[in-house]
């Protein structure tokens, strides 16, 4: 297990009642994949919110990024960088903004 730091949008914090960073235990290997399957099983609120929980595919308008890179289109099961995994760095999840 590691222990990732994960920073949710304002609005999902509320929706789970937390605040802050929040730290979560994943199994290895730590992937995209893994964290949301720990998040929402730590925060059943959660599901669906981040990714369609039919085809589990991240939602249009949320973002992950980690280590000053956009890591949306990641493929789910690929390892996240090494400073997440240690607990380094933490994975960001964000709201995109739309509009003109």
Known sequence: MATIRLVLPYHLRMLAG???????????????????????????????????PQTLR?????????CQRDLSHQPLHEPLPKAVALGEEPLLIVGALAGG
């Open 18 to 52: 937390v605040g802050g960073e929040l730290t979560l235990e994943v199994p290895a290997p730590v992937t995209l994949h893994a964290v949301l399957a720990t998040l929402e099983a730590r925060f059943p609120v959660l599901r669906g919110t981040i990714r369609d």
């Open 58 to 66: 991240r939602r249009p308008l949320v973002r992950f990024f980690a």
